[in-house]
């Protein structure tokens, strides 16, 4: 499989190939680049779609290094000098979202435009943390054991259907690389105040029953954004594009058409 060697990590990545607008998509936290099936399927063969998996998931061999989420923009901007891409179209659900926003932050001339996908621009909830915290605990204590797991995927995926394939996923996996991944997650900066930089054009595209990321927090990014329109609601939770996949498709694919080539 296709691992790029970027900033001391060897990024997997999956490329649809073609002679199409290049559109690049990160993932969410616990995820990793399978989440996009139903959205590579959409988008391939009039854009070419690239995924890849973030440090700390999938198939990426990860250093297990202290990182944060501009080391994961740099990565992103690393894999695209790899594949030879000087613009895209950069996207990402939640996690993969604050990723894309530092890639616009790092190197504007080089976004055509960001797909925001149930993420926003600040930090965890204070009140919510602490309870994050005895999760990662469990997690780091006996691993994603069945009850935990489900509670999980209740909140990321909330669908029965779809819940028990990352389930499996995450009880395969060793429960220490759980922390490296969280620690990022709970400790960055807030780029609120940052937004009015990012010029580019921007569709924020969000879950009607996301309660990770309420849809308050979405409308700041969408208003922060000088280049997005209103936030696009969708049905589905957390990771809307995942279970709802046909209304966030054409609202992706008539972004991309809106911004052309």
């Not at 936290?29 to 391939?44: G, I, K, P, R, T």
């Not at 939770?237 to 996949?245: E, I, K």
């Amino acid at each position: 499989m296709p691992h790029a060697d970027v900033n001391g990590q060897r990024i997997w990545f999956d490329d649809s190939g073609g002679d199409g607008p290049v559109v690049i998509l990160a993932h969410g936290f616990l995820m990793d680049a399978d989440m996009f099936a139903h959205q590579v399927s959409a988008l391939a063969p009039d854009y070419r779609v690239i995924t890849w998996d973030e440090r700390g998931f999938g198939q990426t061999e990860f250093d297990g290094e202290p990182f944060t989420y501009w080391d994961s923009a740099e990565d992103c901007l690393g894999l695209l000098d790899h594949l030879g891409i000087e613009r895209a179209v950069v996207g990402g659900m939640s996690q993969g979202g604050f990723v894309s926003l530092r890639v616009a932050l790092l190197a504007p001339e080089r976004v055509r435009g960001l797909i925001l996908l149930d993420t926003q621009a600040g930090v965890e909830d204070p009140a919510i943390v602490a309870g994050y915290d005895q999760m990662r605990d469990m997690w780091l204590s006996v691993g994603p054991v069945d009850e935990l797991a489900d509670n999980v995927a209740n909140i990321i995926i909330g669908d029965p259907a779809v819940n028990p394939f990352w389930v499996a996923k995450w009880q395969a996996r060793p429960k220490e690389l759980f922390a490296r991944p969280y620690e990022t997650l709970v400790s960055r900066d807030d780029l609120t105040e940052r937004l009015g930089e990012i010029t580019c054009p921007a569709v924020v595209i969000h879950g009607t029953e996301d309660t990770s990321i309420t849809m308050d927090r979405a409308e700041t990014l969408a208003e922060g954004l000088s280049g997005a329109g209103p936030v696009v609601k969708v049905g589905g939770a957390h990771a809307a594009n995942l279970t709802n996949p046909g209304p966030v498709n054409e609202a992706i694919i008539e972004f991309l058409q809106s911004i052309g080539n």
